[in-house]
């Protein structure tokens, strides 16, 4: 089995995903746009919410 690369989000990310939830984009969609998993970003919302 492969090893997962695991990478945290930076503070930039953190930004942008802020600024594009207070704008109505979907989760899914801000997950396309910063090139991560919609499961990454589910669990940022999650945890800052």
Excluded: W
């Excluded at 930004?15 to 990454?40: D, N, Y």
């Amino acid at each position: 089995m492969e090893p997962r690369n695991h990478t945290h989000l930076s503070l930039e990310e953190r930004r942008q995903i802020h600024q594009l939830l207070s704008r109505k984009m979907p989760v899914v969609a801000i997950a396309q746009e910063l090139g991560r998993h919609r499961s990454t970003i589910f669990r940022e919302v999650q945890r800052n919410s």
